[in-house]
């Protein structure tokens, strides 16, 4: 088993994680208390309540992550230096295999912290992508070079060969940042069943962004489009998850700035470059899909504005009402220089509404939010009605029970496949 590959945002292994940090919490408390014993256990929670909170303080003063982590970081942090605290106090005069539990619950503990924070940010899908661990795929020999597109949509010209893959194949690749010079990851690269035979067609082209902070992970996505593949003859589109972080994590507000590098630059040029040379895509942008998640969905939609002969389909699952809407006042003084009229330039409501008539004509645009997710709910409606006005066709969508985690991340990309799929070819209109 590969366990970099292993489910950490939702699933099997947080629930027992959880199940197991409560199931020890009580272990450790029923017992007899000396007042001693009592004191020191109860002084500890606090202390790690208080080491926890001031960690999180720490963070955001130093700016070590280059901005503020949010206020759920600080809950799940004092919560489990609390929990550890209290542990570690309670070996006072404690029998030895109590001792054992108490050392075994620290571990538990932590990494119950970890895995909820994770989950709240819903960023890192596996093992690997949390630690950074990705492996790299092998390109097929004959995958480089785009096409133009097909004369008849793939779905009625493509017949699935004997000996095809059941599922797709995923893993990253180093794209250089000849144009941009940004210090990005190594992207993710998902090539769906149809991409890996003799021959294969040339397939549409998705560039995928994940959210703040996070990796260039494709197990989401991957795990998805294998799910259509496997309903329409192995078709589905070739994705490229890039990285418009870059290593250092920083919310670059999708912008290319001097304090953090030529995000955009990289994403919409050195990306798209590396997949036409690289990867066997339909060289149109009719084909070509620009996507993303929570701080990628925010870059989604701004991209797809600035440069709608570049894309002409936009996937925004749970993004941000604009790159930086998380921390505006920072982004403003980091990324523009104070200079709060070029912010607001850059939202994307404000560059739908200043485009020309008939900018955006022959555009599609998803937008998905989890249904437990109000606030970013409510910024897929706004956004999505300003691109609407615009000219775009939109199709809005939520996510059932899905808050702002890894479910509405798998359920709005679902959602907007769906959608997707027949406009890139891949499968035929809804009837």
Same mark, same amino acid.
């Given at each position: 088993?590969?366990?970099?590959?292993?489910?950490?945002?939702?699933?099997?292994?947080?629930?027992?994680?959880?199940?197991?940090?409560?199931?020890?919490?009580?272990?450790? @408390?029923? /017992?007899? $208390?000396?007042?001693?014993?009592?004191?020191? %256990? +109860?002084?500890?929670?606090? *202390?790690?309540? =208080? !080491? &926890?909170?001031?960690?999180?303080?720490?963070?955001?003063?130093?700016?070590?992550?280059?901005?503020?982590?949010?206020?759920?970081?600080?809950?799940?942090?004092?919560?489990?230096?609390?929990?550890?605290?209290?542990?570690?106090?309670?070996?006072? @005069?404690? /029998?030895? $295999?109590?001792?054992?539990?108490?050392?075994? %619950? +620290?571990?538990?503990?932590? *990494?119950?912290? =970890? !895995? &909820?924070?994770?989950?709240?940010?819903?960023?890192?899908?596996?093992?690997?992508?949390?630690?950074?661990?990705?492996?790299?795929?092998?390109?097929?020999?004959?995958?480089?070079?785009?096409?133009?597109?097909?004369?008849?949509?793939?779905?009625?010209?493509?017949?699935?060969?004997?000996?095809?893959?059941?599922?797709?194949?995923?893993?990253?690749?180093?794209?250089?940042?000849?144009?941009?010079?940004?210090?990005?990851?190594?992207?993710?690269?998902?090539?769906?069943?149809?991409?890996?035979?003799?021959?294969?067609?040339?397939?549409?082209?998705?560039?995928?962004?994940?959210?703040?902070?996070?990796?260039?992970?494709?197990?989401?996505?991957?795990?998805?489009?294998?799910?259509?593949?496997?309903?329409?003859?192995?078709?589905?589109?070739?994705?490229?998850?890039?990285?418009?972080?870059?290593?250092?994590?920083?919310?670059?507000?999708?912008?290319?700035?001097?304090?953090?590098?030529?995000?955009?630059?990289?994403?919409?040029?050195?990306?798209?470059?590396?997949?036409?040379?690289?990867?066997?895509?339909?060289?149109?942008?009719?084909?070509?899909?620009?996507?993303?998640?929570?701080?990628?969905?925010?870059?989604?939609?701004?991209?797809?504005?600035?440069?709608?002969?570049?894309?002409?389909?936009?996937?925004?699952?749970?993004?941000?009402?604009?790159?930086?809407?998380?921390?505006?006042?920072?982004?403003?003084?980091?990324?523009?220089?104070?200079?709060?009229?070029?912010?607001?330039?850059?939202?994307?409501?404000?560059?739908?509404?200043?485009?020309?008539?008939?900018?955006?004509?022959?555009?599609?645009?998803?937008?998905?939010?989890?249904?437990?997710?109000?606030?970013?709910?409510?910024?897929?409606?706004?956004?999505?009605?300003?691109?609407?006005?615009?000219?775009?066709?939109?199709?809005?969508?939520?996510?059932?029970?899905?808050?702002?985690?890894?479910?509405?991340?798998?359920?709005?990309?679902?959602?907007?496949?769906?959608?997707?799929?027949?406009?890139?070819?891949?499968?035929?209109?809804?009837?």
């Amino acid at each position: 088993m590969d366990l970099t590959r292993l489910p950490i945002a939702d699933g099997a292994v947080p629930v027992t994680v959880f199940v197991l940090a409560v199931a020890l919490i009580v272990v450790l @408390a029923v /017992r007899r $208390w000396t007042p001693r014993a009592l004191r020191w %256990a +109860v002084g500890g929670a606090i *202390l790690g309540a =208080v !080491l &926890g909170y001031g960690a999180y303080r720490v963070v955001n003063v130093t700016n070590v992550f280059g901005d503020a982590a949010p206020t759920f970081v600080w809950h799940w942090a004092a919560a489990a230096f609390a929990a550890s605290g209290f542990a570690l106090g309670g070996l006072v @005069a404690a /029998r030895a $295999w109590r001792r054992v539990v108490s050392i075994v %619950a +620290v571990v538990v503990f932590l *990494l119950a912290g =970890v !895995l &909820g924070a994770n989950m709240r940010f819903g960023l890192n899908p596996t093992l690997g992508s949390l630690f950074g661990i990705t492996s790299t795929i092998d390109l097929p020999t004959d995958s480089g070079d785009a096409t133009g597109a097909p004369s008849t949509p793939l779905y009625e010209s493509w017949t699935s060969p004997a000996g095809m893959p059941a599922v797709g194949q995923r893993g990253s690749q180093t794209i250089p940042a000849t144009v941009s010079g940004f210090d990005a990851r190594p992207a993710g690269i998902y090539l769906p069943p149809a991409a890996l035979v003799k021959d294969a067609p040339a397939l549409p082209l998705v560039v995928m962004m994940m959210g703040h902070p996070g990796g260039p992970d494709g197990t989401v996505i991957s795990d998805v489009l294998d799910t259509f593949a496997a309903q329409h003859a192995g078709l589905a589109p070739i994705v490229v998850v890039a990285d418009q972080l870059g290593a250092a994590v920083n919310d670059t507000a999708c912008a290319d700035s001097d304090a953090y590098g030529k995000a955009r630059t990289y994403v919409t040029v050195d990306v798209v470059n590396w997949a036409m040379k690289n990867l066997h895509v339909i060289d149109d942008p009719a084909y070509w899909t620009i996507a993303g998640y929570s701080n990628g969905g925010g870059c989604a939609i701004t991209f797809g504005a600035q440069d709608p002969q570049l894309w002409k389909n936009i996937l925004d699952v749970s993004g941000e009402p604009f790159p930086g809407s998380e921390q505006p006042a920072n982004i403003t003084k980091v990324i523009y220089g104070g200079n709060g009229a070029a912010f607001e330039a850059s939202k994307p409501v404000n560059i739908l509404a200043a485009a020309a008539p008939g900018s955006y004509s022959g555009m599609t645009a998803v937008f998905t939010a989890g249904s437990a997710d109000p606030e970013y709910m409510a910024s897929a409606d706004t956004v999505a009605a300003a691109a609407r006005s615009a000219g775009m066709t939109v199709v809005r969508a939520d996510v059932p029970g899905a808050g702002h985690t890894g479910d509405a991340l798998s359920g709005g990309l679902s959602a907007g496949f769906t959608v997707l799929f027949p406009v890139l070819g891949l499968s035929a209109p809804a009837g």
